[in-house]
């Protein structure tokens, strides 16, 4: 299912508020975890999946690589990554994850931030991404945690005073759609396990270097209070892997 629910006006409008929609990258609660897992970027072919707002290519050009492509099923998404984040070096292309083909060891860095919950199949997008990386390649990536997408609502439990009390996981095995809601919209994504995410990795080649369940940073639980309670469960997870 090739769902665009970001090309959706009122959609779109709540997103482009988000603070790490404004401000970039050090915007981004997981950045600070995620940027010590890249590797070099010097005279480097990059393919950013599901690139948003550009925020990973400017910040690939900006360390030297030799090219970016940076892809994206949203056609206002790319808009405005080609108004802030469009950099000598960037080629932005607009179509679905399922529908892009590039020839065999193209790239020598795949990335891709919080987009692969919106995929149904990991297994098809790690087969392509082993085929267009080069040997030695590398292969990073952030998604929800499957802990966070297991239930589906994607919202805490409340106590009568709406108090959060804990963060329902239930049917964890259960693979496959869910219906959240994300800036007060409906959403479908795809919940996967964490063997999902690992053995298909493995079953398709990958060595995997790093994988980290990242916690907000000193700095972010000092300046925003209402960070303390992305400690109490894991929102997002984080992994570097190997052709």
């Avoid at 005073?161 to 964890?172: A, G, I, Q």
Wanted: hydrophobic share 35%; with cysteine.
């Amino acid at each position: 299912m090739k769902e665009n629910k970001y090309d959706d006006l009122i959609f779109f409008e709540q997103y482009e508020q988000m603070n790490r929609s404004q401000k970039g990258l050090e915007a981004a609660g997981e950045w600070h975890v995620l940027k010590d897992m890249l590797p070099d970027f010097s005279e480097k072919d990059i393919l950013d999946l599901g690139c948003g707002f550009g925020w990973h290519c400017r910040y690939a050009i900006e360390k030297g690589a030799r090219s970016v492509v940076g892809v994206d099923i949203s056609e206002k998404m790319l808009e405005k990554a080609k108004k802030i984040n469009s950099l000598q070096g960037i080629e932005y292309v607009n179509k679905p994850l399922e529908d892009v083909d590039y020839p065999d060891e193209k790239f020598d860095i795949v990335l891709s931030s919080l987009t692969f919950h919106y995929i149904e199949s990991f297994d098809v997008i790690c087969k392509n991404v082993y085929n267009w990386l080069k040997p030695k390649g590398c292969f990073v990536f952030s998604v929800e945690h499957p802990i966070f997408t297991a239930f589906g609502n994607q919202d805490w439990i409340y106590g009568d005073t709406r108090e959060k009390l804990y963060w329902p996981v239930d049917n964890y095995f259960k693979e496959g759609k869910r219906e959240a809601v994300f800036l007060g919209e409906k959403v479908i994504k795809y919940h996967k396990t964490l063997t999902n995410y690992i053995n298909t990795l493995l079953r398709n080649g990958f060595k995997i270097n790093e994988l980290i369940e990242p916690q907000p940073s000193e700095e972010m639980l000092k300046d925003f209070p209402e960070m303390k309670d992305e400690m109490r469960r894991p929102m997002m997870l984080l992994v570097s892997a190997e052709k």
